[in-house]
């Protein structure tokens, strides 16, 4: 199996309060487990989300059957996905460059160690 790491950014709105509770939706013991199920349906092995102020970085392993396209025909049949996806839209916004929307955008790589 070919694993691929895949990087996207996303801003959050500026408001430590938000923040926090976007953290607290996050958390291993209040994930939903309908979107972790969805996220692996997808043919994606493992994510991780770090932030930096109000900056959002995912990086992602995925396998062969990955697609964004995939992913996003899947969330958009996906009822708990899109109550999901709503519920983030008050805490994330469009990052720089984002069209109308957008909110997570994948990051170019630009250096590599090895």
């Known amino acids: 199996m070919k694993v691929k790491r895949i990087c996207y950014a996303c801003d ?7 923040i926090q509770e976007y ?4 958390s291993k013991e209040n994930a939903w487990p309908e979107i972790t199920e969805s996220i692996k349906k997808a043919g994606i092995l493992d994510m991780e989300i770090y932030i930096l102020a109000n900056r959002l970085f995912m990086i992602m392993e995925v396998d062969e059957t990955f697609s964004p396209e995939r992913k996003q025909m899947m969330d958009a049949a996906n009822p708990k996905v899109q109550e999901w996806e709503k519920l983030m839209w008050q805490f994330q916004q469009a990052p720089p460059g984002a069209k ?5 955008l994948p990051m170019e790589q630009i250096y590599k160690l090895i």
């Open 23 to 26: 953290k607290r939706y996050h």
């Open 100 to 104: 109308d929307g957008e909110k997570w």
């Open 12 to 18: 959050l709105v500026d408001n430590p309060e938000l």
